[in-house]
């Protein structure tokens, strides 16, 4: 066995999922607390109450002259050395987003007890589906008002398509919960109402669930309600079978409270047994096995400094296989050249530190000379092989960019041609129209600001950006297909991304229905066929 090992299998590398609001900077704080990362909690939620307009946020870059949009928050707990790495929130959704899940072994999704599933966690989970890794389930904000847990099960079955395993449920009539059972110990946890809003930990109790102690704190009807929903659960739910989350099609379900710490540790605690170690990865020459000695990582984000003074971009890496040194040389594959890692930073909320060195599993930042691309492979030097490609992510918001003043025509194509290159936007042009302007698709709007903001920074060029009325892209595919004799593509726009392949460009859902109706012979689809 490789020596690599004892440092790999401890290592559990994550992402949490959820909508806004849902808790997902409470339940980053209080993992942060278990892990005795105590001063970084407290960053975690100072860095939230920053995040707000974009322009506060390229604000924040410059003050700190590190990127604060991605970074991984790494923390000890029981012989686990846990990488949560950090996605961004609402205002920040973008492809960053989606590519971070990129980097993960395993994801928490975090879903409020009274929202149930919401539309960020539905798309997030769509990738995570896509990549086949486990997801764990946390149901937040038990303390207040919540649905009922089986509706909630069946949420998740119906919209994301993934059976739940409940670990512990719910004890309490709906809306007004009192604590949690918990299934494999067959025990009871309460807590005591009316904590002060945000305090640590609420007071609890715990004991059997046959202590006769508990009918009467319950009273007879809820305690009674409990061991017919646990009994229902035993006979009809889904079987724990650890084979299915590996694969994705369970997830096991945890309920708690993270505000107020109720049922946090045990979920960490049953999530580090569960969820998996750093996985190999798919390459050209094969799988790639994080016990295998040689280095290997891959891209899977790159951050502008939007410090003009300091023009440097960072790249993280996730390391895949083999162990990371500082001043390591290694050979970048897209590139044919060797690298040398001299300046490898680690990402602690706020704090950057050098580190000297790390394993599979870890994010490390590196200083990029402007070299680097999403999904680019980087490996010990005489080994040659690529990391499977990043997935393109389809576009929701489209927008037609020019420069303002024409005489700047060549600084826009670099600048366009260079961020799309780093994936900050996704690139179509309107065949015709030659370089004077192009469509560009983004995730989230605030791709959008950040393109206008780095256009004039980082190249000086001002632009002119007009929304185009169109919420989805799909490549089109089939024999000989001759755009111009589509039926129904009156409202629709026909584009080329970046290798020329077609694009149809078109309102809504609803209206591409229609139009695959019209045009049975073309293919649609939601990603380009190689990608
Ligand atoms: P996010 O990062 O997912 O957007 O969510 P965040 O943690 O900021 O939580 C959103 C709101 O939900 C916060 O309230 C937070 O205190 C609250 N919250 C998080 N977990 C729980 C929980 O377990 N129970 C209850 N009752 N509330 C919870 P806020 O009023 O927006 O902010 P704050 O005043 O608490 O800072």
């Not at 604060?68 to 996605?87: A, H």
């Not at 086949?132 to 398509?161: A, Q, S």
């Not at 927008?399 to 194509?413: E, G, S």
């Amino acid at each position: 066995m490789s020596n690599l090992a004892p440092e790999t299998n401890k290592r559990r590398t994550f992402a949490i999922i959820s909508h806004p609001d849902a808790g997902k900077t409470t339940l980053t704080e209080k993992l942060l607390l278990y892990g005795g990362a105590i001063r970084l909690a407290g960053s975690v939620k100072a860095r939230k109450a920053q995040k707000h307009a974009v322009s506060d946020w390229m604000e924040i870059e410059k003050q700190r002259g590190i990127s604060v949009t991605s970074s991984v928050l790494q923390f000890d707990y029981d012989g686990y050395r846990v990488n949560i790495l950090d996605t961004p929130g609402h205002q920040d959704f973008s492809e960053d987003t989606y590519r971070t899940l990129m980097a993960a072994d395993s994801a928490v999704m975090l879903i409020d007890v009274a929202k149930g599933v919401e539309e960020q966690t539905k798309k997030l989970f769509q990738v995570c589906k896509q990549r086949g890794i486990p997801v764990f389930t946390f149901v937040n904000k038990l303390d207040r008002y919540g649905r009922n847990p089986f509706e909630l099960m069946e949420e998740i079955e119906n919209i994301l398509g993934i059976r739940a395993f409940p670990m512990n449920w719910p004890i309490g009539i709906d809306g007004n919960y009192s604590g949690i059972y918990v299934r494999k110990e067959a025990k009871i946890e309460l807590f005591e109402r009316g904590g002060v809003h945000g305090q640590w930990a609420l007071p609890s109790t715990q004991g059997s669930v046959d202590d006769p102690a508990f009918k009467e704190i319950l009273g007879a009807d809820i305690h009674q309600a409990l061991c017919d929903d646990i009994a229902l659960l035993d006979a009809a739910g889904e079987e724990f079978d650890f084979d299915k989350v590996a694969r994705g099609e369970l997830t096991p379900m945890f309920f708690g409270s993270a505000m107020t710490n109720f049922g946090v540790r045990l979920f960490l605690e049953d999530f580090l047994e569960l969820a998996p170690p750093p996985m190999p990865r798919v390459s050209s020459e094969g799988l790639i096995n994080p016990s295998d000695d040689n280095f290997s990582a891959f891209v899977f984000k790159i951050q502008a400094n939007m410090n003009p003074a300091h023009r440097d971009r960072l790249a993280f890496m996730r390391i895949c296989s083999g162990k990371f040194e500082r001043g390591m040389t290694v050979y970048h594959a897209q590139s044919g050249k060797p690298v040398k890692l001299a300046q490898p930073q680690q990402f602690l909320a706020q704090e950057r530190t050098i580190i000297d060195e790390a394993y599979p599993g870890d994010i490390v930042g590196l200083f990029d000379p402007g070299i680097f691309g999403i999904g680019d492979t980087l490996c010990q030097e005489g080994f040659n092989f690529k990391f499977q490609d990043f997935p393109v992510f389809p576009p929701e918001q489209f927008a037609r960019v020019q420069a303002k003043d024409t005489m700047k025509r060549k600084q826009f194509v670099k600048g366009m041609t260079q961020l799309t290159q780093e994936g900050a936007v996704q690139v179509f042009r309107q065949p015709d129209y030659g370089v004077e302007s192009f469509i560009i698709g983004v995730v989230g709007s605030l791709q959008f600001e950040v393109l206008e903001y780095r256009l004039k920074h980082e190249y000086g060029v001002d632009i002119l950006m007009n929304r185009l009325p169109y919420s989805v892209a799909r490549w089109l595919s089939g024999e000989n297909i001759d755009v111009k004799s589509m039926k129904n593509m009156d409202s629709g726009l026909f584009v080329q991304d970046i290798k020329d392949r077609p694009v149809a460009l078109i309102s809504n859902e609803w209206q591409l229905r229609w139009v695959m109706e019209r045009n049975p012979d073309i293919e649609f689809l939601v990603v380009p066929e190689d990608a």
